[in-house]
């Protein structure tokens, strides 16, 4: 039902019915006709408010038929003019200097105006002044800090026409709809379906530094648990949502990093222009607004407002996004700041409010708007509390918080405008309780998911049914689960595929017990599995992600890929994670590699070359992983880490004992990696890997290191797309991967391309390694040899003096969804089917 409503056609049935007021056109000195920027045009007598852009542009419409507009600027005569109700017009407006000037501050009275710059401007010495008094003005200035807080969050369908409310298919729901003024964000009527509450105590010490977040109270719309995991858009929309602190330097909205109006590089991408003094005010205020230099980057429009006691301290502000900024899917984001002061006369936040408008079409149609709102109350600094109360996570949620009475919300809902929210509660409860619901949710969960719950056992996933390759030719699978409805202790899962082209069967058989029942998907997981697995994996790639990506997409492969092996996993494993984000997995796996395809295990024995059936290996495992202050979207079979700018280490420690359940070989490996996304502002950002390992022991090259190649079209960023499958092999190495996205940075300068939202991708990826001569072949015969082609070429190596380079430049955001690259592989060049250059494709959906 949200994609028909999302993807639906909007604009015919939109306005049909509806007549609308919409008038265009630019806003310009009578005098020297230059444009004024950000003046305020709006109908007479309305709520409906825009703002000219840069370049004096503006466009406001309303299917109220309003006869008048007004138009308002510091400095200028305000201007009503007549407008032609219910049609579409193009007003230019030439606006008369006022007689009256500001005396507060400095004016240029020169006749004709000056282009824009920094230099002697007043408005940049008062945007220095206050980045010069950012740090006295911050919370962090505090020796503690400890408030109250209470927020909503609302996310609802937007620009609902009454022709399309009163569709057949919503006929029986017309209950879920809410009606508004059609001034109001979101237009006449909305269809709201998620809300959430919280009310919190937080505490913030500076030395050391800690802050802690104690959540008493958090309620919130629930969907149906066995296709939409609650949890999991409840951090979803919290990620959208993000507090706003314009003393940062950078504010992130939905993984986009914007840059604050009072950064302290903020002159260098801003316009700045003082509109306004207000002396009724204690202290006086200066309204400062300001605009992008270039509206297409991540900069917001809007005004601030500055006290003048010498504090230079943020009072209010408002902060838009201008109309071409390059963000997907969100035609608007306006944020309000209110601060007021606390005892020791310092300004505080006191209330913020987000809306964001996302939407495929032009604004006013069809969409959906997201709200949060934060009030503050009982705010306090310098007050010492005991050392126990920051320790442990930074983050508590009480026992009792999704259980407090209507009576607890009604003495603790700061924000008023929250009361004529929460009749969703009981609107959703009403709608769960509808067949037709319940089965519009069985369909979704089938499409998203990729399962179907029968009782207590989900069957799927759907998605893999159908798959292909050189091997097994066509390959089916059907697989299934138990859920929580069968046990909140014991888990089974498995699935059985078969190929027609080798006709042989593949099984997977899975048993888990939970002990903190709970699902072992979610976190924090503490289970152990026991499993068994036959099926069919590509060497370097390993089944984990073989079978994962067995789908159509992967169907479609360049070059020969005709090396493969049948693979038996016995294994058992104890999961443990913990709520500061380490954990470990102990285990054990016996697995044994059959040859297959063109791939053989030869070895040379008194000079003569014998196969060799198979692999045996017997291993005992550790693996530790820390990633601090992590956050994902929790599905309910996987959970996707959202990538922040915090690191990720992960560290495995693996020991093969020869002996033990048949295991052939003793040896020893070392592997670890470090992840970091680095925030580089209105540069972009760039996502880092560093990873290594070194195996101990002699072995042969099916348990080397086999560096993760991509043979397929599609584009992936910590695998090496321009390498084949199994071509190189290490005892030793280390790799380097940088991706930088400069998210429009160059292109969105360029006339025209930068309508297209494009966005510019560099990549690096460096390999270092090497053989020792006890596991290198061509040093010792009696090891299993590397492969060749049909035609006896060696077709795998050991890295060289040299490290292993490819680099790709890319372009993103295609049609919002796709992403090429060209491929450039700089060395190894001679080594059988390579190519210098390759394109690869992506899709990813980011805002």
Do not use: C
């Not at 000056?114 to 003005?137: G, S, T």
């Not at 996004?321 to 035609?331: C, E, L, M, S």
């Not at 408008?357 to 009030?375: H, L, N, Q």
Request: glycine fraction near 6%; hydrophobic fraction near 35%.
């Amino acid at each position: 039902m949200l994609l028909f409503f999302f993807f639906a056609p909007s604009s015919a049935q939109q306005t049909q019915g509806l007549s609308r007021t919409l008038v265009s056109g630019t806003v310009t000195d009578s005098k020297d006709r230059s444009p004024i920027p950000y003046a305020t045009v709006s109908f007479s007598n309305s709520k409906i408010v825009t703002k000219t852009d840069a370049n004096g542009k503006y466009t406001i419409s309303s299917t109220t038929p309003y006869s008048q507009l007004q138009v308002v600027y510091v400095g200028y005569k305000i201007q009503t003019l007549s407008v032609k109700p219910s049609e579409s017009q193009v007003i230019n407006i030439r606006l008369q200097e006022s007689a009256q000037r500001l005396n507060e501050v400095t004016i240029n009275t020169a006749k004709k105006k000056e282009r824009y710059r920094n230099k002697d401007n007043p408005a940049v010495e008062l945007i220095h002044k206050v980045i010069e008094h950012k740090p006295m003005n911050r919370m962090q200035s505090e020796q503690t800090v400890q408030y109250q807080q209470y927020d909503w969050m609302q996310f609802s369908m937007s620009n609902i026409s009454d022709k399309f409310k009163n569709k057949k298919i919503f006929r029986k729901y017309q209950f879920l709809f809410n009606e508004q003024d059609s001034t109001e964000v979101g237009g006449k009527n909305t269809l709201p379906i998620y809300l959430r509450e919280r009310f919190s105590n937080n505490y913030y010490r500076k030395n050391p530094e800690k802050t802690k977040v104690i959540v008493l109270a958090d309620k919130h719309v629930n969907f149906d648990a066995g296709v939409v995991d609650n949890n999991a858009i409840a951090q979803y929309f919290e990620r959208m949502y993000a507090d706003v602190n314009i003393y940062d330097n950078n504010i992130i909205f939905t993984n986009s990093q914007f840059l604050s109006p009072i950064a302290d590089g903020a002159p260098s991408f801003y316009k700045f222009f003082i509109t306004d003094t207000i002396k009724s005010h204690s202290p006086n205020l200066i309204e400062l607004s300001f605009i992008p230099r270039n509206p297409n980057t991540l900069l917001f429009e809007g005004k601030i407002f500055i006290t003048m006691d010498g504090k230079y301290a943020v009072q209010d502000a408002y902060l838009k996004t201008a109309k071409g900024v390059n963000i997907n899917f969100v035609r608007s984001l306006e944020v309000k700041l209110n601060f007021e002061k606390d005892t020791a006369g310092k300004y505080h936040l006191n209330k913020s409010h987000l809306v964001m408008d996302f939407g495929t079409g032009k604004e006013g149609a069809r969409g959906f708007i997201g709200e949060r709102s934060v009030v503050i109350k009982d705010y306090k600094s310098n007050v010492v509390q005991p050392d126990s109360l920051y320790r442990g996570e930074d983050v508590v949620v009480a026992v009792n918080a999704e259980k407090q009475s209507d009576q607890f919300w009604q003495q603790n809902r700061l924000d008023s405008a929250a009361n004529s929210k929460i009749k969703i509660y009981s609107n959703m409860d009403s709608l769960g309780r509808m067949k037709s619901f319940k089965r519009i949710m069985a369909i979704g969960g089938i499409v998203f998911v990729g399962y179907k719950q029968f009782g207590p056992v989900d069957v799927g996933p759907f998605y893999s049914f159908y798959s292909f390759n050189s091997l097994e030719g066509l390959r089916l699978r059907l697989g299934g689960r138990t859920n929580e409805e069968f046990s909140k202790s014991f888990y089974f899962d498995g699935y059985g595929a078969y190929g027609f082209g080798d006709q042989k069967w593949k099984t997977l058989l899975s048993a888990a017990y939970a002990f903190n029942h709970k699902s072992i998907y979610t976190f924090p997981q503490s289970f152990i599995r026991a499993s068994f697995q036959r099926d069919v994996d590509e060497p370097g790639d390993g089944a984990k992600n073989f079978i994962a990506e067995s789908n159509l997409l992967t169907a479609l492969r360049r070059g020969e890929n005709n090396k493969f092996m049948y693979s038996d996993y016995y294994r058992l494993n104890y999961i443990q994670e913990y709520a500061n984000h380490f954990s470990f997995d102990l285990g054990f796996r016996k697995w044994s590699q059959t040859p297959a395809g063109v791939l053989l295990f030869q070895s040379y024995q008194n000079n003569q070359l014998f196969n060799q059936d198979k692999v045996t290996t017997s291993e005992l495992s550790l693996e530790l992983r820390y990633a601090p202050k992590e956050k994902f979207y929790q599905g309910k079979r996987y959970r996707e880490r959202t990538i922040e700018k915090y690191p990720v280490f992960e560290l495995n420690y693996t020991a093969g004992i020869k002996g033990l359940l048949g295991g052939q070989y003793s040896y020893q490996s070392l592997l670890g990696t470090i992840d970091k996304r680095f925030y580089l502002s209105q540069f972009g950002r760039s996502d880092v890997r560093l990873e290594g390992g070194y195996i101990f022991g002699r072995v042969p090259f099916p348990l080397l290191n086999i560096h993760r190649a991509n043979q397929s079209y599609s584009y992936e960023v910590y695998a090496y797309n321009q390498m084949n499958f199994l071509e190189f092999v290490s005892d030793h190495y280390a790799g380097l991967t940088v991706d930088h996205n400069f998210n429009g940075l160059i292109l969105n300068r360029i006339p025209l391309i930068k309508k297209l939202k494009l966005r510019e991708y560099i990549t690096f990826k460096a390999l270092y390694g090497g053989l020792r001569s006890e596991n290198d072949p061509l040093k010792d015969r009696s090891l299993l040899q590397f492969p060749v082609n049909t035609s006896g070429v060696p077709t795998t190596y050991s890295l060289g003096s040299q490290p292993y380079m490819e680099g790709s430049i890319g372009i993103g955001n295609i049609l919002k969804v796709i992403r090429l690259d060209v491929v450039r592989r700089f060395n190894y060049l001679n080594n059988p089917n390579v190519s210098k250059y390759g394109l690869r494709a992506k899709v990813q959906f980011e805002f």
